[in-house]
């Protein structure tokens, strides 16, 4: 999980320091896909040459109003697309049309904060993850389609076998005990809920941090269309002070004590960030 949250990091500083260099936009296009059948039938035809989209429902039978733009184009890592003008309702109807594709697996699926919502899910034997995340502040869903990196799978797998043979091992020594049976208990109930909240004070601390490169993107924009860039010097060392009281703060956050989910917002807010920084260094 350290290396994980590093890692975003470092991905997010890297594009930061690329803003006003230039790169290309976000290429905006509908996505359609023939997969409105499970998964399982898709995948078998043609294992090899599988592209994500084509274990997704058809964007625009959901999103009827939706306007897309492919973040990360299908083939790679990781097929990754924003949809704007959405509803809740075309939200909660596309999430289960993606269950019934086979993305049935479910890691987590409600609340984030107050009014977000996310689904993450696994399909087939957890070979492929799905992620689909509301973001109300900027009127958008994020979806992002990847396949899983068989180590982490084998080495989820084996954590997760141990943790079962530790939990009968303690049920066995504890079982003439009715008291310690019932302590155990809520102990295991506390762990499992625990690995699916985002905390309040984590959700504050990740809003501030996007809302300081919102900030951040509108004063690179406002200085690529300036005609008299050196009248905004001192706003641009303002920024780089700010930014490093930001990142300061974020490494104050205590990376053992982050939940699954957490780890999950966290890759999704940076996500949005790179995709803003990028959109900035565009403009110039």
Known sequence: MKRTLKTLMILVMAMLL????????????????????????????????????DLLPVTEDYFKNGEVAIIEPDGGSQY???????????YEAYVEACKAAGFDDVHYEGDIGTDDKMYLAYALNRKYYLDITTNNEIKAVDIS???VDESETTETESIQATETEVTEIESTENSTTMSTDTESSA????????????????????????????????????YNESDDTTSLLADYASYMVKYTD??????????D?????????YAEVSARISAKLIEAGAQQ
């Open 246 to 255: 930001t990142m300061q703060k974020m490494n104050n956050i205590s990376e």
């Open 18 to 53: 690329m803003t006003g260099c230039g790169s290309d936009k976000s290429e905006e296009s509908n996505v359609t896909s023939d997969a409105n059948t499970d998964i399982n039938s898709t995948v078998s035809e043609s294992e090899d040459d599988i592209k994500y989209s």
């Open 80 to 90: 990754y697309f924003r949809v704007t003008n959405f509803t809740d309702d075309e």
């Open 257 to 265: 004590e982050l939940t699954d989910v957490e780890v999950a917002y």
């Open 187 to 222: 102990q295991t109930d506390a762990t499992v809920s625990s690995t699916d909240i985002i905390r309040p004070e984590f959700k504050e601390a990740m809003d501030n941090y996007e809302a300081f490169f919102d900030e951040y993107c509108e004063f690179m924009k406002k």
């Open 145 to 147: 389609c990847q396949i």
